[in-house]
């Protein structure tokens, strides 16, 4: 069977739904191509089921400080884990039931299937050929799990099953520490499963930061083991497995793998040729990954009526960028022209107690640039103490020379907050004195923030730090605070 159409958009995802929203807009003649589950990697396995099991478990956990502020009774609390899986999954089933309702109206239009590109414009799913004027790869992404531990398989969940489990075993290694291994780790810990973190490297959750970065693994580790550095390895016991990283071992019972996700350019699994993408098929070169060269503000790959979205290009693997992504590929797939977008100020969130943030630019990727850096620890900062979550660390960087504000990383009280109003004010170009002169409320989490920017006031003026209030006529008086 052979059908000609406007456009093929392969995968049904966040990218690819964003994407069908714009290419609706000029034509009905389209195809929506997916493999497996519908539902978009967010809904189904990933930010929102996550979330919701996050809130039990820091509900739970805060029976721990209840006594010292004089509510007693706490301790007679008790979790029932398989109560808490069917409510995950059962708030998880109302967010993709909307999913698939948009799915289901696009009828004979939605094809079932994994989808091989013959050639730029030519689709191969099964017996079906689509020729197509423009193609949207949207394919998503998948949990990596090295082929090394595939004899372990049964003993192995990552998002894509964990909440499909009726029960958590009592000993869980979690290897990986980014976000998801961070986020889920933490949760499960304070759901009373006995968790050791495994994570190759010295930095967790995508910081940067060293400072930031050292009172992560601090906040982490008064809950849990962590292991830092050397690779994790598998090994088979009776009933059990053992997990090693360098010279330290333990029995546990599973493992969650969360070392990252991978773009979906072939089958899970023990793959066969056959199966893949096929995206050799381009004719443009491939990079290590097997992904090709794509322009981020238009989403186009090469010159190519192609046009590649949300997290199988591996750019930013992160909702709304995906969703973004799907929009601009959606609407260039209906130009004669493709045009070039602003991408918004990259926003990263890890949903953890404290929240983990890195907005902007990172430490890392402003080495060997001027800039300057304002902190505030939130360990005497006056909300954060009344709420007893007064831990953590802000630090903001600026540009040395004009004080515009270029990124900051952050585990912090609120952090989720705290980041969106950075990320504003980094978009919005402002400096550290024009974003001190914006409100702050008492007693407020963003009282820190204000801290952080009157350092790097201090920092980046070129005489005296500047009165934050503004005069009438816009001119500047100087302060010593």
């Known amino acids: 069977m052979t059908r000609k159409v406007d456009v093929a958009i392969v995968g049904a995802g966040t990218a690819g739904l964003s994407a069908l929203s714009e290419v609706r807009k000029a034509t009905e003649n389209f195809v929506l191509i997916n493999d ?105 992404s998948t949990p990596f799990v090295p082929e090394a531990w595939f004899d372990f398989y049964h003993r192995i969940f990552t998002t894509d099953t964990l909440f499909e489990l009726r029960d958590l075993p009592a000993k869980i290694g979690v290897i990986g520490m980014g976000v998801v291994g961070t986020e889920l780790g933490q949760a499960l810990r304070r759901l009373g499963i006995d968790i050791t973190g495994v994570h190759r490297g010295e930095f967790i959750a995508g910081l940067t930061d060293p400072k930031v970065n050292k009172e992560a693994i601090n906040a982490l580790s008064e809950e849990m083991p962590l292991w830092m550095g050397p690779e994790a390895e598998l090994k088979q016991a009776t009933n059990e497995l053992v997990i090693v990283s360098g010279k330290q071992m333990k029995r546990i019972t599973m493992v969650l793998a969360s070392m990252g996700r991978r773009p979906v350019l072939a089958r899970v699994g023990r793959i066969e040729k056959h199966k893949a993408l096929q995206l050799e098929n381009l004719g443009v070169e491939l990079d290590d990954r097997g992904l090709p060269k794509f322009d981020p503000t238009t989403m186009q790959v090469d010159d190519l009526p192609v046009f590649i979205a949300g997290d199988v290009n591996a750019e930013r693997p992160i909702l709304h960028e995906a969703a973004d992504e799907g929009r601009i590929a959606g609407f260039n797939a209906m130009q004669e022209q493709p045009r070039c977008f602003v991408r918004r100020t990259p926003l990263h969130i890890v949903f953890s107690d404290p929240n983990i943030a890195v907005v902007g630019k990172s430490f890392a990727q402003l080495q060997g640039r001027d800039f300057s850096t304002g902190e505030v620890s939130f360990v005497d900062q006056g909300r954060s103490r009344i709420m007893k979550k007064n831990k953590g660390l802000l630090r903001i960087y600026a540009d040395t020379k004009s004080g515009e504000l270029l990124g900051a990383e952050m585990i912090a009280p609120g952090g989720e907050h705290l980041a969106h109003l950075l990320a504003w004010a980094i978009q919005q170009k402002l400096t550290a004195l024009e974003a001190l002169q914006m409100p702050f409320y008492h007693p407020v989490i963003e009282e820190g923030v204000r801290t952080a920017l009157r350092e790097l006031g201090k920092k980046t003026a070129k005489s005296r730090p500047p009165f934050e209030l503004a005069l009438c006529d816009e001119s500047v008086v100087d302060s010593l605070y």
């Not at 009774?73 to 409510?87: C, F, H, M, Q, T």
């Open 36 to 140: 497996g589950a519908y539902g978009t990697t967010c809904a189904r396995v990933g930010c929102m089921p996550s979330k919701a099991l996050i809130q039990v478990a820091n509900d739970y956990h805060r029976r721990h400080s209840l006594d010292k502020i004089g509510v007693h009774g706490a301790d007679a609390l008790s979790i029932n884990i398989p109560k808490v899986l069917e409510y995950v999954r059962s708030l998880r089933d109302s967010f993709v039931a909307g999913v698939i309702k948009r799915v289901e109206e696009v009828g004979e239009k939605s094809i079932p299937g994994y989808a091989q590109f013959v050639e730029p414009t030519v689709l191969k799913i099964d017996n079906t050929t689509i020729h197509a004027k423009r193609v949207i790869l949207a394919a998503g």
